[in-house]
C-alpha cells in the first residue's frame, strides 16, 4: 500500500498533491515496505517528535511575509469533553504556498503544543498559502514520538471578510457545513481569525507504515545531529 496521504517538499519547496485521505502530512508518496532519507532539519525546525512547551504557540517569527493569522479552539473527545494534555503538530503553508524552501527539508513553518486543561490550542502564524486549493491547516495527533490521527482544516471566509491577498480566490461560507471546514473573519488591525473545534472522532488513524517512517527518520535525524 502507498502512502498516498504523505507528500514531502519537492525540488521547487511546494508539497506534492495526495490522494483524497483528509489529511497530509511531510515527504513524497513512501512505499510502505521502504522509507527514503530522512529530510534535513534546518536550525530552528520544529520536529513533529519535539516536546511542547504550552497550549499557545507562534510558528512563525514576528517578520514572516503575509498576513496574521491566529486559529483557536478546542480539542474534544467523541463524547463532546475537553481532550486535555494531547499533544498536537500543527503544520502549513507559508504565504506562498510553499512548506519548505529547499528539496526534502521538513516543515518549516510548523509546531507542536500540548492542549490545556480546557482542551484549548491557539496557532499564531501567516494566513497558508494555496499551492493547491484554498489555504489549509494540517493536525496531527501524536503520542510522544508516534503519530496517531490527523486531519486538515480547510479555510473560507465569513461573508464580509476582504479577501486574502496572497491567495487567488477566496471561498466564503456561513457555517462550517462538514468537518475540516474552519471560517476566517478579519480584525480591524488586518489581522485574520479561525474559530474552530477539533474532533478526535472526526481524524483519520495514521497508517502503521507512517508510524515506521517517522521513526526510521527520528533515528537518522539524531544520528546526523551527533556527528
Not at 13 to 25: E, K, L, V
Not at 188 to 195: F, K, N, T, V
Request: glycine content about 8%; charged content about 20%.
Amino acid at each position: 500500500m502507498l502512502l498516498a496521504a504523505i507528500v514531502v517538499a519537492l525540488a521547487t519547496g511546494r508539497a506534492a498533491a495526495a490522494a483524497d485521505t483528509g489529511w497530509r502530512s511531510l515527504a513524497i508518496p513512501i512505499p510502505a515496505a521502504a522509507a527514503p532519507a530522512a529530510p534535513h532539519a534546518p536550525p530552528g525546525t520544529v520536529l513533529p517528535w519535539d516536546t511542547p512547551v504550552s497550549w499557545d504557540i507562534r510558528l512563525v517569527a514576528r517578520d514572516e511575509p503575509g498576513p496574521r493569522f491566529e486559529m483557536s479552539g478546542r480539542l474534544l473527545r467523541p463524547d463532546s469533553t475537553p481532550a486535555a494534555g494531547v499533544k498536537l503538530y500543527v503544520y502549513h503553508a507559508d504565504s506562498k504556498g510553499w512548506y519548505a524552501r529547499h528539496t526534502m527539508e521538513f516543515n518549516r513553518v510548523a509546531g507542536v503544543l500540548r492542549t490545556n486543561a480546557r482542551g484549548e490550542y491557539r496557532i499564531r502564524s501567516v494566513v497558508p498559502g494555496m499551492y493547491d486549493g484554498p489555504g489549509h491547516v494540517h493536525v496531527e495527533v501524536w503520542d510522544g514520538a508516534h503519530p496517531r490521527r490527523g486531519t486538515t482544516v480547510t479555510l473560507s471566509a465569513l461573508p464580509g471578510t476582504p479577501p486574502v491577498p496572497t491567495w487567488r480566490y477566496t471561498n466564503t461560507a456561513t457555517r462550517e457545513w462538514k468537518p475540516g471546514m474552519g471560517l476566517l473573519s478579519c480584525d480591524s488591525s488586518g489581522a485574520y481569525h479561525c474559530r474552530h473545534d477539533l474532533r478526535l472522532g472526526d481524524m483519520t488513524p495514521m497508517p502503521a507504515a507512517y508510524d515506521s517512517t517517522m521513526q526510521a527518520w527520528r533515528r537518522a535525524v539524531r544520528a546526523r545531529h551527533e556527528r
